[in-house]
Structures are given as C-alpha cells and as structure tokens.
C-alpha cells in the first residue's frame, strides 16, 4: 500500500469509531435507560481511547510523515494534486492537534464528558446548580490543561476555539462582536420603543405536540431531509449527529405552549442534517467529506432556520398547512401577522429560542464568561452571579432560576468552551452565503412561496457541502461572494429586516 | 499487574466492544434510518475485529499462558480457589475457541451477517425467497468453514451447537427429541380428538395495540423487570439484548388480532431481560459475570412465559387488569375460559407463536434441516420446498407462501446455526427448575395469584443468573435439581397440564 493509501485506511478506521462514538451518544440522549449512565460513560470512553489511538498510532504517523514534516507542515512529495495537498494539510492539522494530548486525557476527558453531561441533565431538571458545580469545575480545570497541550493560540481560550474555528482568533470575534453590538444596540433600543406594533401571543396558545410533530416532519421533508438516510427523535436539548452520511439524526423538543421553539428548532437541526447528509461519500472518513468547520456547520441550521424560515416567502407556503393543523388556534390569523409574530424581537432567557436580534448579546455575554473561566480562574462557584448580572447587562433582564440561566445550555458540560462564539459567526457566515445564493437563483423568494427549496439546496449542496474542508471558512466565503467575512451584510440585513416589520422610520 | 489483572483488564475492554456491538445491533433493529445498512454493516464489522484481536491478542495469551497450558487447558498454578479456576477455565475455553478463528473471517463474518440479516428483513417483507438466496448460500458456506476452525465436535454441526450449548452434542439432543417425540405426538392426537373443547377465538378479536403494550409494560414491572436498567420497543422480530447490565433491552411486536403473540412474547423476551439484569455486577467483563448457555437464558425466557405467563395463578391476578383495558372484547369471557384460550394446542405456522406443546415440533424440524445444511450442503435454493414438506410431516399444515415458512425465524440470516436445539432444551431446563422452584418456595401458586413474583425471582437470581458461568449447564441442572437434564419432567408436566385443559382420560 502507499503512505496515502494507509492514511486513509487508517482514517476510515477512525471514521467508524466516530461513527460508534456518535450513536452512544445520540442513544444516552434519547433512548438510554438512566441507570446505564456510569457503564455508558466507560463505554464512549473506551471507545475515544481507541479512536485517539489509530489517529496517533505508529502505521499513520509513519505514512504520514512520508509525505509532509510533521512538525512544520511542509510538503515532502510532489505528486500530489491540489486538492489531495488540501486533504494531506488538513490530515496533518488534526494529526497534531490529536498527538499533543495524552492518550490517558483523551480517555479521562471522555469519560468525565459523559458523566457531567448526565449531572447537568439532572442538574438543569432539579434547578440544582451546587450539585452540579464539581463537575463543572472539574470540566473546566480539564479544559485548561487541554488548552496547555493544544498550545496553538495566543491564549487558553484560542487554542480552545481553534479548535471549533479554525484560524480564528478571540481578537478576530471581539472585533467583529464590537461591530454588531454598536449597531444591535440602538437597532434593539428602536424595536423596544414601538414593541407593541407586532403582538407574539398567538404562539404560547395551546399546540398539541403530536400535531407539531407531524408539522416538523412536513417540514423536514419540504426542505430536502432524507428520511431514508435520516430520523427524528425527541430529546431534553435539541441536537443533530450523524454516524454516517447515510445516518443523520436530529432531535428535537417539544412544548405544548410553545408553537415557535419547536417549529425553528426543527429546521435548525434539519440545516445541519442537510450538511451531514450533502458530504461527499466518496470522500468519507478523510477531511474532504468532512464539515469545514463549527461555524460553517451552524451557518447551515441558521441559514434554514432563519434566512429561509422567518422569511416571507416560507411562510406563504407553509402557514396555511399549519392552519390546517391547528384550525381553531390559527383561525383570526392572516400570514402576515404570524410572520411578524414569529419575528418579534423581545429580550429573552433561553438562548435557543430568541429572536435573531438579541440571539447575538446571548452569545457575547456566554464568550465574556467562558474566557473569564479558562484565561482568568474565574471560579465556578460564583458563576451564576455572574451569568445573572451579564444578563441585566446585555439584555436587561434576570432569570428566576439557575435552570433557565447559567444551567441552560449542555455545551460547557462536556466541554465545549470556545464553542459558543461560531455561533454569531455562523450568523454572519449565513447571510452572506444566503445573499449569493439569492444572486445566483434568480425567483428564490417565489419558489420558497411554492414549497420548493430544491434550488437553494443543491446551491449549497454544491457550493459548500461538498466541498468538505477543501477550503478553509473564511477562503469559501471570499471565494464564494467576493467578499471577506464581516459582520455588515448581517447587520443591514437585520435593520432592513426589522425596520419593514416594526414599521421603523 | 499481575497475569490475572491484566487477563480482567482486557476482557474489560473487550465487554465494552461487545456492549457497543449489542448498542449497533439494537438500533439497527428499531431505530436506525433503512439507507445506513452498508454502512452501518463496515461498523458492526470493524468493532467485531477489534473484539477479535483484543481476545486473541498478545497480552491476554501472555497472560493466559501463565496460568494454563493454551493447548491442554490444564492449570499451571496452584494459587486458584474453585471459583477462580471455574473462571480461568471459561476463559481459556473463550480464548481457543476465538484463537482458531483467523481475523479476516471474523471481520467477513459480521459483515456479511450485518449484511444478510437486512437482506432477510427484506425478503421476509416482501416473500421473496429468491433475493435472500445468495445471501444465506453464503452464509452457510462461511459457517461450515467456521465449524472447520472450531473443530471441536464429531461433526460440523456439532462443533456449532457446541458455541451456543458448550458440551452439548446433536447425538444427545436427538435422543431426547426421540423421547419428547414419542410422548408428544400421542398427546397432540389425542389434544386434536377433542380439539372443540378449547375455543380459542377470544384472542383473535381486535385490541388496541397501544392498550396491548401498555398491559405488556405492566406485565414487564410486576415480574420484576427494572426500568431504570432497561427498556422495551418494537421491532419486526423480538429480541432482548444488553449493552451492561445496567442496560438491558427487549423488543416486542404489536398486532392489532393477535393477543396472545404480544402478551407470551414480551414476557418471553422479560424472562430474558431479567437474567441480564440478574448477572453479578461486580463479575461484569469475565465469565463469571456472564450467561451460561444458551440455553440456560432460554430457559428463563421459557419459564416467564410458560411456566409462570400460562398457569393458572397468573391469570388470576392478570386477568382482571387485562379485562380493564379490553372492556368490550372481554365482557363475556372469564378467567378460566381465557387461561384455557391461550392455553390452547393446535398446529400453527409460525414457532414463536406455537403453543408449548407443538412448539418443540417445530424445533425438530429445524434441527433436521439444519444438519442437512451444514453436515450435507443441501442446497439452500431447494429449502422451501423441504420446509414445507417438513411442515407436512411434523405439524400435518403447509405454509401459503415462505414469508410463513422458511423465512419466518432471523437466526440463520446472521449465522445462527446450532442455536434452534437450545429452545427445546431450555424447555426441559425451565420445568426442571420450576418444579425445584415450586418445591424450595411454598405457596408460589398464591403468591402469583397475588401479582407477587419476588420469591421466584429472587430464588431465579440466587440459583441461576447469579452463578454467571460458574456451572455448566448439566451441572447446574444437577446440582439445582437433584437429577440429571431429562426429558421426562417436562413430558410430565405437558400432559398433566393438558389432560386437566382438555379434560382428557
């Protein structure tokens, strides 16, 4: 066999242990039986072991450094293609990142994920976050020394996100979160004046959920899910994970209450289902049929979620067959009132379930703390002080509890720290790639109108799910748009938005 | 470390491979998408070659060679107490029967048993024989080349029979189905004489599926099932299976005229589940932590069905709450005509839904046709038409078409041949223990007709599942019971049943 050849064995290998990774872990969110928590956590550990293994293992490395230095990244060979010397730069990029950690951590981590992830479920369900802060802490001390080992950033923090991100820096997004909250700002301050010019009471009436659950999947179909090579489940925290491009399960959540949660939350797992389930299959298991990055991925549910689910021309679709569903609830509602409904802009707890306005402050106030944690010890203990008094400041409002503030959200965890900013990344990534691709289909709007979403996704299937990490994020934003990623198109695109449905002058 | 710890370490981390094998099985029965099968067969594949390796490989041989002879099975240390030298001897039985297989047919194996075990789904869905063909031709092939590795009985055959029933051999299994055989078939003429006397029509009515998993639940908890370590769902052919202990999983199928197969079926698969959840946690990983045989699992599986799901003392604690879900169907019915119903005899197409009586016929025929297979190479192409001749012969009916007859069970799709005998056996096993069980705790009768089964369970749990595989079966039947595996208790307690039912002379 060559050295490449053996590369992508090896890789393929790998593939199947993320594979088996991805259904333990969509299995202990859905379907596990409690008490299996602790044998799962030894499981998706033991399993990680293994898979850190292959990809530091000697028949790899060896092969590998046949054909590029392992320490500087430069080439050895000459035979390659551009597009195989993309795949070999990116093989090396992980094989770097993986080899800087012990195999001993790399278990360790896992099984630690597993098991605060499961004290965070029942942490968040009881309201209890003392139970839960150990783990956390632990989570975090863990999550310094990973920093130390990857030791790629100018901080502990960017060598956490390079991870997620990669290339991006905190500095990068702090620019870039400074350029939106100086527009965001007053662009919010003006809604709040003339709040009462769109009324949202029309989605807390009562939804039966089985009902919203058929309306999802109708949903899910219309954008182009495969439901052959895909499934929806209910589960605590709506989430998506493949174990194969011909395996990609999203999950979602439901509330009787709650018409919009579940409605957005659907097709925000479905944009990243429809990646999973674009990525090139002659590619698996080597970085060219993988997502390029978090960012990118995200850019994807958002760009489904909002660009296509709060427009016009969706609902013009789709709000008569959800009237259909719910006759009585939707009777005195035209589509353009639910469409504004749907787009009301008003500060909120839940960081999933606010508007695309103040979605973004959620974001900043997560990436002020999770670099307080990991750069500055702040400690753990005093964290829901924190997170309450950062809510009053960004978005003016205090949770009644720990479940609905600092316990929302499952990323930190299991040790997701660095995450959270590619999601106001991904806002950005996504309206400009929605604009291209709204210059490159000429009618896109109407064929929303008809239920026909086959053009946009075969754009993107195209354009970016195929692509795998043959680019990096911000190259295929250059490449795809001719412009470099920034934040303006997001913010004009927000105030055009808004300022139509608020009527702002 | 020494050898003994390191020969636990590993066996550890090969119970993990085999949890996540159980996991990948489980979902690709019930809830895995139908496009991921290619995929999801390379997974199921390269899990079971790394299970392979780590127990053949270098550190647990090394340390197996320390205390005793690979070749000879004799010890070479005195340091042992009895139940861990029952231990290393199951050990090194593991180890020369995973030994002789070569790493490559392993891998293939599982491949192809993922493979035809969705080509089987298939055909039996769409009575196609002909599609299944190729796929189980090879199947067989690759398992008289395994039964060439195993080499350990006087036939191929029984060097099969030999991984699921250690000890057994197909000459014993055919002198007691010569045994049964000759009592049984005079009992079922006899039953067939006066045939008229149980009217079976009651469980043919239409019960609401849902109204039916919910008695079944019900069923499941008062037995003693826990469902915090384990759950129950659907799927086109019943199974039980355990990623740990701590996690145990049955299926059931639902059908809207069919009572009975769903009520015998899920306490079929609880008799199962509740050995699982019953092995010693602290042996979880080695051979004390595990099941016996085969049949010794089927044999609690028989005794929760039979023994306990079709006496007397059952129905009258389950017929009440049976009668409350199904109101209208059941008014005119009561406790004594019903337990006759399903309790009735009649030959019947499909074994898992056989009466006791005519069940152990069914059996027969497969271990015929299964040694005709394996010891003969009879064409697979030719099986249904010797099914049906079969059927003719030992139950006197004809399938209508293959999706009844020869495609009706799952084992042969993934290679179980060998398996079909423990069924009958673990009829034998489940009225010997029984009868013991009945003896040790007086009053159990009572008890049942209260919804108390503990005393049974815990005595179950004390005698059988926690044994682990610290007795062979003939022993532990030996041990337990005072006599040696017979047909004749089981004989006995058939036609003392059914003379009562059928008010024979």
């Given at each position: 066999m060559s050295a490449r050849d053996v590369i992508l064995k090896e890789l393929l290998e790998a593939s199947h242990l993320q594979g088996v990774e991805a259904l333990l872990g969509w299995d202990q969110e859905t379907y596990m039986?409690?008490?299996?928590?602790?044998?799962?956590?030894?499981?998706?550990?033991?399993?990680?072991?293994?898979?850190?293994?292959?990809?530091?293992?000697?028949?790899?490395?060896g092969a590998l450094s046949e054909?590029?230095?392992?320490?500087?990244?430069?080439?050895?060979?000459?035979?390659?293609?551009?597009?195989?010397?993309?795949?070999?730069?990116?093989?090396?990029?992980?094989?770097?990142?993986?080899?800087?950690?012990p195999a001993d951590f790399v278990t360790d981590l896992a099984k630690h994920a597993s098991v605060s992830q499961q004290a965070w479920v029942r942490a968040r369900k009881d309201n209890d976050f003392?139970?839960?802060e150990p783990f956390l802490t632990k989570m975090v001390e863990m999550q310094q020394e990973k920093a130390k080992y990857l030791a790629i950033g100018?901080?502990?923090?960017?060598?956490?996100?390079?991870?997620?991100?990669?290339?991006?820096?905190?500095?990068?997004?702090s620019g870039l979160f400074a350029e939106i909250r100086a527009r965001l700002v007053p662009l919010i301050k003006s809604i709040r004046e003339v709040k009462h010019r769109v009324n949202g009471s029309i989605l807390t009436k009562e939804y039966d959920?089985?009902?919203?659950?058929?309306?999802?999947?109708?949903?899910?179909?219309?954008?182009?899910?495969d439901m052959n090579t895909g499934r929806q489940d209910r589960s605590a925290h709506p989430f998506t994970t493949s174990t194969h491009p011909t395996d990609v399960r999203t999950t979602t959540r439901l509330r009787e209450n709650d018409l919009k949660a579940a409605l957005l939350g659907t097709l925000h797992e479905g944009g990243h289902a429809l990646y999973e389930q674009g990525l090139l299959l002659e590619e698996y298991g080597n970085p060219l049929g993988q997502a390029i990055s978090l960012g990118i991925h995200e850019s994807q549910s958002r760009l489904w979620e909002n660009l296509v689910g709060l427009s016009p021309g969706f609902w013009r679709f789709a709000f008569p067959k959800l009237q259909a569903k719910f006759k009585d609830q939707l009777r005195n509602t035209d589509k353009e009132q639910f469409h504004a409904a749907i787009n009301r802009v008003r500060p909120s707890m839940i960081r999933v379930e606010a508007d695309e306005a103040t979605y973004n402050l959620h974001i900043m106030l997560r990436f002020e703390i999770e670099k307080m944690l990991i750069n500055?010890?702040?400690?753990?203990?005093?964290?829901p002080q924190l997170w309450n008094e950062k809510m009053k400041e960004y978005l003016g409002i205090e949770p009644a509890n720990d479940a609905e503030g600092v316990l929302q959200d499952v990323h930190w965890s299991f040790g997701a720290f660095g995450y959270f900013p590619t999601y106001t990344l991904s806002n950005l990534y996504s309206v400009q790639f929605f604009n291209q691709a709204r210059q490159d289909i000429p009618g896109l709007e109407d064929q929303f109108g008809r239920g026909d979403f086959s053009a946009l996704l075969t754009w993107l299937r195209e354009n970016i799910h195929q692509i795998g990490r043959g680019r990096k994020a911000e190259e295929l934003v250059l490449e795809l748009t001719g412009q470099p990623l920034s934040a303006q198109p997001f913010m004009d695109?927000?105030?055009?938005?808004?300022t139509k449905i608020y009527n702002l002058s």
């Open positions: 039986p409690e008490g299996a928590g602790a044998a799962r956590a030894e499981q998706v550990a033991y399993i990680t072991g293994l898979m850190h293994t292959k990809l530091v293992g000697e028949p790899l490395k054909l590029i230095d392992l320490e500087t990244g430069e080439l050895l060979t000459m035979t390659l293609n551009d597009r195989e010397t993309r795949q070999l730069k990116e093989i090396w990029r992980d094989y770097r990142q993986q080899s800087s950690l003392a139970f839960y100018a901080t502990a923090y960017d060598s956490l996100l390079d991870q997620f991100e990669p290339d991006m820096t905190s500095e990068k997004v959920v089985d009902q919203q659950w058929n309306f999802g999947i109708d949903m899910l179909k219309a954008i182009g899910f500055e010890n702040f400690p753990v203990a005093e964290l695109y927000l105030e055009k938005k808004y």
